[in-house]
């Protein structure tokens, strides 16, 4: 049974960092590309970074040169380094775990971690 548990959110100020972690069971981690996704409150899911089970990273054009995604295969670790934030980062931040060895369908996610960004 895939499992995927995110940690790490909480309140920061602007310009601040935070690192969200995922920790993924069930599945061979290694295999499979991973992604996090967000959501601000009342709307839709947006896709943040992704990566492939080879490591090669997309980012979407919003938190790119801020956010860096990486991936631990020994610990079963998803990782999202999020620097420079802003009030826009607001929302709940998703792992999900790709069908594919690279990120394309996404066949399971976590419950989410709430990060809000405000003076």
């Known amino acids: 049974q895939v499992q995927l548990v995110e940690s790490g959110g909480g309140s920061v100020q602007p310009g601040g960092s935070l690192r969200l972690s995922c920790a993924a069971s069930?599945?061979?981690?290694?295999?499979?590309?991973m992604a996090w996704y967000r959501q601000p409150f009342a709307k839709g899911r947006e896709l943040v970074a992704s990566?492939?089970?080879?490591?090669?990273?997309n980012y979407a054009n919003s938190v790119k040169g801020r956010f860096a995604i990486s991936r631990d295969n020994r610990n079963n670790t998803l990782y999202l380094e999020m620097n420079s934030v802003k009030p826009d980062d607001t929302a709940v931040y998703l792992c999900a775990k790709s069908q594919f060895s690279v990120p394309g369908v996404f066949d399971s996610w976590g419950r989410g971690t709430q990060v809000t960004i405000s003076s």
């Open positions: 990566i492939s089970a080879g490591g090669v990273t």
């Open positions: 069930g599945f061979m981690f290694s295999a499979y590309g």
